[in-house]
């Protein structure tokens, strides 16, 4: 599309969006009737759609409405096809004039048997603006499911504009994607409700208490390990002596140190989120711009529970995130990105500003901030290490670094591992939190879909995890990772059809244990059942029956994990026999054996035998007669009885997105951007190849390998090959082969020496 063209579109759509209706149409217009731009001129004509009927001039909406209806995409006829019916029926000329609410709806009304959107009269429910209710009569006709998010194809894109949150979502900031298209049900908030039943806080009390003592144990050990591993460094080198400092037991200090971080963090993590990603205040008159509800919310629970209104603030940044630090609810601070104002709309911006309240009112933001100051400073120490070997040319010195840097990422990770838990539990006592303060869960489902998509289509285009969002990923209310397939997915599949994985499998809460935020599934079917309490339609109708996987498949995946319990009894018929043979005076082995660590030598053995057993069910020979194509993506993700045993052969076509350079030495940040969507690919370097992984990334692909479905899917790769010929290749098997016997062998040793 010519670039002309395409900022006439741009225009167009941004003057729709405000409510300039008849620059709209002037923008508009030459697109929707040249044939030569193809996906844009779809756009324009749906544009064209919604300006003629704000503007009065139903027959030309009607026009191009029936024109739209002879697309070869089947999602616009369906658009079409409402809008049409929809602009035949309309009753009153008034209602031609009825404000677009930002973020959807061309035409809103509701159904006999729904109630109206108007300005509830309950003092507990939080009112719409006034400017934003869209009044509707039981009589009129159902609502026309909006059309929020049109991509189009275009061989180079130009910079990003700022996108829309309008009916439109925002324009595409991605290359070559697909035309394609998402539909809102809009379904209703409640008018008049009953509290929910109060939880029980007491597993959130105790996961809190426990997220801090897991992170001072883990800080303690690493504390201990660098002071023995400086000592022993400086009684090796000449001239120097070992600091007898570091001999001495640092917990007392680490504990108070720790408690003392716990009470400054909100204005130290002020200091470096200013510094590290150019954190400002946000005025809560600019937040009223982007959403009167948020302010009104957030005013009115503040009052409630007697608490000074949060400092706000604002990250430049395009993905959309938001996030709450502080010790306590006076100086608790709530950031927002600018990515998050710009792609929800007003209700949806209130109820995830409902989600940060929730926080501060359960009290697990004070240990989240403590672990957010701890964790970014060692990311940012990883990131300048990162950076400062991709500075260096010769390999015989960037190796060192390379290494050093992996093993401060391999601390981050471990850090940030001490509030998974913590982490994934919290978002389910937020998400309560936001739907009872505003009355509105349909609206926060469409607001964690719409940050998904949000996420993924930053990822796709910057085409690679950003620094913000990995470091902060704990404490934001969608995960990066769990963005890719989601946010992606939606022109070829439904959302139901993706997230059922999450609702009816019934293995699937084990696949979470190492992610940080719980699945997407899972938290829209609470809110739907909230929704449902409350005698409302939700946003996303989920089928009630659950998947039925054998019990043979999962334990089969879980083979290497069931082994350590297997070897703790066999640890414990080998202490029953030798304590027999020592008895009848048979055999005298127990002075090898007094000190127990034989049972680590069958832990160890249990596992080696358990990932022996599943190495061939897990990476299974790939057959090109049966290997999957683009094209079956969509139906492997949205299989709910899958597991990643299950180790489907795959050979897709696409682009390889991810960091450059050192920060992605241990391929930590792989991501395939097929047709079908992006997903996420584990990748282990083999020394030796003449071609590394960071040499394809922004390149054409094939990948082959397994395709696993998960809490997060993934595809395990096989190989990488380019159109030149140039191939790389993951030996997943046998690196699982060197485990198992590297696992046996230790295990032996300790067993037979005691």
Known sequence: MPSHAKSSLEAGLVALKQGNYQTAIAQLEPIASSQNNGTASLQAQVGLVMAYARTGEVPKAIAISQNLIESNNPQ?????????????????????????????VAFENSTPDSPAVTPPVTPTLEEKPKDQVIETKSDDIPPMVP????????????PPPAPLSGFMGSVTRTQAKLFGVIYWRQAQRARAWQPLRKPKLIPLRLLSAGTFIALFWVMREILKLAMGLINQTLVKLPYLEPLQLLYRDPTKLLLIVLVILIGVSPWLLDLLLAKLYGQREFPKDVLNTHSREAVRVLQRCCQQRHWPLPKLRILPMAAPIILTYGSLPRNARIVVSQGLLEQLADDEIATIYATQLGHIAHWDFAVMSLLLLVTLPTYKLYQQVSELGDKISAKIWRWPVTILASLIYGVWCLLTGTALWLSRLRLYYSDRVAAEITGNPNALIRALLKIAIGIAADVEKQEHTSWQLESLNLLTPVSHQQSLSLGTIASNLSFESFLKWDTANPYRRWFTINNSHPLMG?????????ARHWHLDTELHFASEASKVKRQSFLLQIAPWLGIPLGVLFAALVWLTWQLAFALKFLNLKWIYEDWSFITGCLLIGFSIGTVMRINSFFPDIKPATVQTDDSLPNLLSDPSALPIDSISVRLVGKLLGRQGTSNSLAQDLIFQSSAGLVKLHHISWLGQSVNHQDLIGRQIIVTGWFRRGATPWIDIQT??????KTIHSPHP?????????????????????
């Open 522 to 530: 899972d938290r829209i079917e609470r809110l739907c059942q909230i």
């Open 76 to 104: 616009v006829q369906e658009w079409a096809t409402r809008a049409l019916e929809h602009l035949t029926k309309r009753k009153k000329p008034d209602q031609e004039s009825k404000n677009l609410e930002t973020g959807f």
């Open 734 to 754: 046998i690196w699982s082969t060197f485990l198992a016997v590297a696992a046996q062998a230790w295990g032996a040793y300790v067993f037979l020496t005691g």
């Open 147 to 158: 059309l929020t998010r049109l991509k189009a194809t275009v061989a180079t894109p130009p």
């Open 720 to 725: 990488l090959e380019t159109q030149s010929g």
